[in-house]
């Protein structure tokens, strides 16, 4: 792979280590791979869903099944060995990446969402009181929005939902307003998955923190695309998902300070977060395997390492570039069209662009967009509030990474063209 100089990314080495973007599309749709009547480029716009995989990925989860694959701290056998210390050193490489101060603050998880349950169901049924609340945005993904609805239906609490203004910005003022001192938890997205919009987490988080309030991030859309520090942010808590920074599914993050982790209550039981079983009861493990019950995601955690590696070889600043750039070609090319509505800011927006084409459903705009090849999200992104605020059903969703280019997007352009077209 060329590293990028200071100007950019070199994209094309980048593709070399992506073989699904070689993927010709069309013919069969139902089938599971493609045929012999597949003819046209795939044009893979939905990184804000996931991600794809490189080759070094790959190899490194392969390996892992190859060589050594045993569980973890079970056995004394040299492949259960192997296996412990990969997995024990994926938590201090994650912790290192986010600017963690050791992987006792590090907790492997499925995906965001189950790292919002994990704190809603420890810190949350333990320390959230009736009359107390939580504020968070009219922009959250449904992962932390429904969560802290039904934590504070069973607490007898309150959810405050910041609005945002016409550009897609959080209206600050309304936030320090919904902040009081009986507020809980501040929870807040760090990168919109619908509007781009890059809020001031670390601003909000000291806002919080003035009323002796909690900080959580959702950092599904931010850790992937750009340096992620939390110490500087100061959160309580910052969470996100392997499968969109180049990783494997079925693996998360949740960093928590440890002073916090080591308050709580554990989220599940059973093997490998206990210390000591007895009749009577039992006591927990360290930091951060109290957390982590059953037989963890293994092979989940090595991919995780390497995906780390790859984009740190890199660069996350040369990433964070790349993608704004691709955004707001991306934005500026859309706003040729007068029938076209883009949402969010045009400046100091995530890798994606959300809009709509008059009077024609994001659904049937995504679907011709794939007969040419172009692959986009279409529906609410699971912000289903957001859309009701912006009065749309659903919404077109273009997202950017380290290995797509201008031309991808011109041909989005000339696709959404097409598109209107036809429906005209």
């Given at each position: 792979?060329?590293?990028?100089?200071?100007?950019?990314?070199?994209?094309?080495?980048?593709?070399?280590?992506?073989?699904?973007?070689?993927?010709?599309?069309?013919?069969?749709?139902?089938?599971?791979?493609?045929?012999?009547?597949?003819?046209?480029?795939?044009?893979?716009?939905?990184?804000?869903?996931?991600?794809?995989?490189?080759?070094?990925?790959?190899?490194?989860?392969?390996?892992?099944?190859?060589?050594y694959n045993s569980n973890v701290h079970r056995g004394i056998h040299s492949l259960?060995?192997?296996?412990?210390?990969?997995?024990?050193?994926?938590?201090?490489?994650?912790?290192?990446?986010?600017?963690?101060?050791?992987?006792?603050?590090?907790?492997?998880?499925?995906?965001?969402?189950?790292?919002?349950?994990?704190?809603?169901?420890?810190?949350?049924?333990?320390?959230?009181?009736?009359?107390?609340?939580?504020?968070?945005?009219?922009?959250?993904?449904?992962?932390?929005?429904?969560?802290?609805?039904?934590?504070?239906?069973?607490?007898?609490?309150?959810?405050?939902?910041?609005?945002?203004?016409?550009?897609?910005?959080?209206?600050?003022?309304?936030?320090?307003?919904?902040?009081?001192?009986?507020?809980?938890?501040?929870?807040?997205?760090?990168?919109?998955?619908?509007?781009?919009?890059?809020?001031?987490?670390?601003?909000?988080?000291?806002?919080?923190?003035?009323?002796?309030?909690?900080?959580?991030?959702?950092?599904?859309?931010?850790?992937?695309?750009?340096?992620?520090?939390?110490?500087a942010i100061d959160a309580d808590f910052y969470a996100f998902s392997g499968h969109?920074?180049?990783?494997?599914?079925?693996?998360?993050?949740?960093?928590?300070?440890?002073?916090?982790?080591?308050?709580?209550?554990?989220?599940?039981?059973?093997?490998?977060?206990?210390?000591?079983?007895?009749?009577?009861?039992?006591?927990?493990?360290?930091?951060?395997?109290?957390?982590?019950?059953?037989?963890?995601?293994?092979?989940?955690?090595?991919?995780?390492?390497?995906?780390?590696?790859?984009?740190?070889?890199?660069?996350?600043?040369?990433?964070?570039?790349?993608?704004?750039?691709?955004?707001?070609?991306?934005?500026?090319?859309?706003?040729?069209?007068?029938?076209?509505?883009i949402y969010g800011p045009r400046e100091e927006r995530g890798g994606l662009v959300?809009?709509?084409?008059?009077?024609?459903?994001?659904?049937?705009?995504?679907?011709?967009?794939?007969?040419?090849?172009?692959?986009?999200?279409?529906?609410?992104?699971?912000?289903?509030?957001?859309?009701?605020?912006?009065?749309?059903?659903?919404?077109?969703?273009?997202?950017?990474?380290?290995?797509?280019?201008?031309?991808?997007?011109?041909?989005?352009?000339?696709?959404?063209?097409?598109?209107?077209?036809?429906?005209?």
């Amino acid at each position: 792979m060329t590293v990028s100089d200071a100007t950019g990314l070199d994209v094309e080495a980048i593709r070399e280590d992506f073989p699904i973007l070689d993927r010709q599309i069309g013919g069969d749709v139902t089938a599971p791979g493609p045929d012999e009547t597949d003819d046209t480029p795939l044009y893979y716009l939905d990184n804000a869903a996931t991600s794809h995989t490189p080759r070094q990925v790959v190899e490194a989860m392969t390996e892992y099944y190859y060589e050594y694959n045993s569980n973890v701290h079970r056995g004394i056998h040299s492949l259960s060995q192997e296996a412990s210390v990969a997995y024990e050193e994926a938590h201090d490489r994650v912790a290192a990446f986010v600017g963690a101060d050791g992987r006792e603050e590090i907790v492997f998880t499925k995906n965001t969402t189950e790292a919002f349950n994990l704190v809603a169901y420890t810190w949350g049924l333990t320390e959230l009181e009736p009359g107390e609340n939580v504020v968070t945005t009219q922009m959250e993904h449904h992962a932390s929005l429904v969560t802290w609805q039904q934590l504070c239906e069973k607490q007898g609490a309150e959810v405050r939902y910041v609005e945002i203004d016409e550009d897609g910005h959080l209206d600050m003022d309304d936030l320090r307003s919904k902040v009081d001192d009986d507020t809980a938890m501040v929870s807040t997205v760090h990168v919109s998955n619908t509007l781009g919009t890059v809020n001031p987490v670390a601003e909000i988080t000291e806002i919080a923190h003035e009323h002796d309030a909690l900080s959580f991030v959702d950092g599904a859309q931010a850790v992937p695309t750009r340096p992620v520090d939390v110490g500087a942010i100061d959160a309580d808590f910052y969470a996100f998902s392997g499968h969109k920074m180049l990783g494997p599914t079925g693996i998360g993050v949740l960093y928590g300070k440890e002073r916090l982790l080591e308050a709580l209550p554990p989220f599940l039981v059973g093997g490998a977060m206990i210390r000591r079983v007895e009749f009577e009861g039992a006591t927990w493990e360290d930091l951060p395997w109290k957390f982590e019950a059953g037989t963890p995601p293994i092979a989940e955690a090595v991919g995780l390492t390497a995906a780390i590696d790859y984009l740190e070889e890199v660069g996350m600043a040369a990433i964070e570039r790349h993608e704004s750039e691709l955004a707001r070609y991306a934005y500026d090319r859309l706003a040729e069209f007068d029938d076209i509505e883009i949402y969010g800011p045009r400046e100091e927006r995530g890798g994606l662009v959300g809009f709509n084409l008059d009077s024609v459903h994001a659904h049937d705009l995504s679907s011709i967009l794939d007969d040419h090849g172009v692959a986009v999200r279409a529906g609410d992104h699971c912000t289903q509030p957001l859309h009701d605020v912006l009065g749309v059903p659903a919404s077109t969703r273009a997202s950017f990474y380290l290995y797509n280019t201008r031309e991808e997007i011109d041909e989005l352009i000339d696709a959404v063209d097409t598109a209107r077209q036809l429906f005209a």
